[in-house]
């Protein structure tokens, strides 16, 4: 495997489920983020680790919930999700998020519906 | 607050020319990424801009004017494979990654 990878690719999950998304790195880097991506709407920013260290929170609902065990792999717990969470959820990486000009290496996504 | 403009459609011709624009305005400023994004795939990086003027890479371009708070992508000799989403990012005072809502790029025969 190669680059970021997410799992599952799709999530269908009840509005009383508990689930968690996946994601894992295999590029060394230092910092993993989580994005949620709506349609016609800009990227928002919902967790930082830098170095394994949480470093944001943009005010996160707290059904969501974060884990970051090493380096490589980040977690998304998620549960009493709402139908207005259904979106694409993504995973990215970086050298580390102190630089300005780091680029960040992004997963495909997981298409999340809640019913 | 913080914002970034980007027009949310476009259609252009194979084998011409496209201009994306950009313009922000954010607390402070550490840079312009582009990414590119496909129907159902991950973004992907093209371009960072710190300093004004245009960068060239291949058929893609990218400009910066920082004191006009203005970007644009030029994409050359266009390609069925460029139709895709082209999100512009800049990087505020605190390092903060400010998100475009996308510019969906179609590209007709």
């Known amino acids: 495997e190669t680059g970021v990878t997410q799992t599952p690719r799709h999530l269908v999950m009840g509005m009383t489920n508990k689930k968690s998304l996946k994601c894992e790195q295999h590029l060394g880097h230092n910092a993993m983020y989580w994005y949620k991506q709506s349609a016609k709407k800009p990227l928002e920013l919902m967790f930082v680790?830098?170095?394994?260290?949480?470093?944001e929170n943009n005010s996160v609902p707290s059904r969501f919930s974060p884990e970051c065990p090493n380096s490589s792999h980040l977690f998304l717990h998620l549960h009493t999700l709402q139908p207005e969470d259904s979106a694409l959820y993504l995973c990215?990486?970086?050298?580390?998020?102190?630089?300005?000009?780091?680029?960040?290496?992004f997963g495909p996504g997981t298409r999340l519906t809640v019913t | 607050g913080q914002n970034i403009d980007q027009p949310t459609e476009m259609t252009a011709t194979e084998g011409a020319i496209v201009q994306i624009n950009c313009t922000y305005q954010t607390s402070g400023f550490n840079g312009l990424f582009w990414y590119q994004q496909h129907a159902g795939e991950a973004p992907t990086f093209l371009s960072y801009n710190v300093l004004d003027g245009l960068e060239e890479k291949g058929r893609f371009s990218s400009f910066l004017s920082r004191s006009k708070g203005y970007s644009y992508l030029l994409l050359k000799e266009l390609q069925m494979k460029d139709s895709a989403s082209y999100l512009c990012a800049v990087r505020d005072s605190n390092y903060q990654l400010i998100w475009g809502a996308g510019t969906k790029l179609i590209i007709k025969p």
């Open positions: 680790y830098n170095f394994k260290e949480q470093t």
């Open positions: 990215a990486s970086s050298q580390d998020d102190a630089r300005p000009n780091y680029e960040q290496y």
